[in-house]
């Protein structure tokens, strides 16, 4: 997913640029999801969050959808940075593993409302959700296939890591995330799982 960067309080000026409107909007639309939720949220409490105007709203976004589609696909990329980040290619591939899993926790723990939000509203969309889902599980699996086409994964015959197995290790990974979360949970609760069932798929074959 997934965090919002704090929300400026500044009022717009006229120096703002294109980028700083589009993040102000993102942000509003972030804290209102936290406050009431994305269904109950309205570009009223997103520009009154972004503290700017629906003038500058409609001129970055058609609707909230197209808001929530951006804050998503934003959020998921600032979340594969993350999970890359925290890998080192030089430890042990098992570790690779839990170093990975801990990192995707720990965004998707950062922001809870965001998470939540993916998994229930995210469906509702239609067109624009099978968009945005397809968009990010392909980014996944691109950085799943990066992260295992390593000197360390190839010594013990454990990658490259072909796309079926890699869609199978995430559409596990986010069925148990959301259980979890739907479940009332905290996300950190099945690391441990999601480490131990990772190093099982990825593991080397005979």
């Keep these: 997913m997934i965090t919002a960067r704090r929300q400026r309080h500044a ?3 006229a120096s703002d640029d294109a980028g700083t409107f589009r993040q102000r909007l993102l942000d509003g639309l972030a804290v209102s ?3 009431v939720g994305y269904r109950n949220t309205t570009v009223a409490d997103v520009v009154r969050h972004a503290r700017t105007s629906r003038r500058t709203f409609y001129a970055h976004f058609s609707d909230k959808e197209a808001c929530f589609v951006a804050l998503l696909t934003d959020a998921n990329e600032e979340m594969i940075r993350q999970i890359s980040a925290a890998v080192d290619p030089s430890a042990l591939w098992t570790s690779q593993v839990r170093q990975a899993i801990e990192a995707w926790i720990a965004s998707a723990e950062s922001a809870p409302a965001i998470t939540l939000s993916w998994i229930r509203d ?3 969309l239609g067109t624009a959700a099978r968009r945005l889902q397809r968009d990010v599980m392909e980014s ?3 950085m799943i296939q990066t992260l295992c086409d390593t000197d360390e994964w190839r ?3 454990a990658g490259p890591v072909a796309r079926p ?8 990974l986010r069925e148990l995330i959301a259980a979890t979360v739907e479940d009332g949970g905290p996300i950190s609760d099945v ?3 999601a480490v131990q069932a990772s190093i099982a798929l990825l593991s080397p074959r005979a």
């Design 11 to 13: 009022e717009p000026s």
């Design 33 to 35: 999801i936290a406050e």
């Design 122 to 124: 995210v469906p509702a």
């Design 140 to 142: 996944f699996i691109l």
């Design 155 to 157: 010594s013990v015959g």
């Design 165 to 172: 197995l890699a869609i199978m290790l995430l559409g596990g």
């Design 191 to 193: 690391t441990e799982v």
